[in-house]
């Protein structure tokens, strides 16, 4: 694909993908898979992203820019607090293709990177697709959803490129920072909720009233236990990315001028298990002390 015909894609015969974590890896291979060729830029990276990268079948190009000058369709998913910075220097380095933002952003921050490519100051051409991953690393059918909205000929050709992949694509009506908003909703109680319950537990730890509460909790609402005792392995090793995560979703709420607070007091937690990164067996135990700063 070339800048002159970026405005009305109908395939993708190199993705460029952006930090192959556990889920952009995940997608990565999905696409290789199926056919895809699929490059990401390995200069500088940790040895364990060339391993997860390798794994997924990515061809190394090296340098950023031998990516986007490769790629007619790039994707990113990176952390929130890098989205921006992360599309800006893509776009910086005359990008001329399809730009699918797939971070956990708020949608004024999913516009904000938008209008890096499609604003009226934009040269190249290029087009940027919001969108917003919900699930684990692509697994199983079924495992994970990608949400996208924009450009509808763009969006026809990322839904033909998954068609035969483990990942399902759903289009949002609306225009950039709509597919963002479903994330952000979704993730308002998902990671929200987690974070309140580890919060409570630390609580109930601090006054001594564990056995009582997990007592009543067993009358009561006899899934929030195993939810609670499951919670740290699922969270503790991500808990650092989930941070930003929640102060974009504050930042949702905020732009309506609905309460914030919540989701700030969940970065708050997700902040104090910051350490925890890497971690790929984490107790219970381990995660009050940590919200109770006894480490």
């Known amino acids: 694909m070339t ?53 997924a079948g990515l061809v190394d190009v090296e340098s950023m820019q031998a990516l986007v000058d490769e ?19 893509i776009a910086d380095l005359g990008f001329a293709g399809v730009y699918l933002d797939a971070n956990a952003v708020s949608p004024a921050t999913g516009r904000s990177v938008a209008a890096l490519f499609n604003g009226s100051s934009t040269e190249s051409g290029a087009i940027a697709i919001d969108g917003g991953i919900v699930g684990p690393p692509v697994s199983g059918p079924g495992s994970t959803r990608l949400y996208i ?20 694509v759903r289009v949002v009506d609306g225009p950039a920072g709509a597919a963002s908003a479903v994330k952000m909703c979704f993730a308002a109680w998902t990671k929200g909720t987690t974070a309140l319950l580890l919060d409570i537990c630390a609580l109930a730890d601090a006054e001594g009233v564990t056995d009582s509460l997990r007592g009543e909790w067993a009358t009561s609402m006899p899934e929030l236990s195993a939810r609670a005792d499951r919670s740290p392995a699922m969270v503790g090793a991500k808990a650092w990315r989930f941070e930003g995560e929640m102060h974009e979703i504050a930042a949702s709420f905020a732009a309506h001028d609905l309460p914030d607070g919540f989701h700030l007091a969940a970065a708050e937690v997700y902040a104090r298990l910051a350490e925890l990164k890497g971690s790929r067996d984490t107790s219970l135990d381990e995660v009050v002390d940590l919200l109770s700063a006894r480490v």
């Open 3 to 55: 800048s002159s015909d970026a405005s009305s894609p109908d395939s993708f015969d190199c993705v460029g993908l952006v930090n192959p974590g556990a889920m952009g890896s995940s997608i990565g291979a999905q696409l290789t898979r199926a056919g895809s060729r699929v490059v990401w830029a390995g200069e500088g990276r940790s040895t364990e992203s060339h391993l997860r990268a390798g794994d």
């Open 71 to 89: 790629a007619d369709l790039i994707i990113s998913v990176c952390p929130p607090a890098a989205a921006v910075a992360t599309a800006s220097t």
């Open 149 to 168: 909205s924009g450009d509808a000929v763009a969006m026809g050709s990322i839904e033909n490129l998954f068609e035969s992949s483990n990942l399902e």
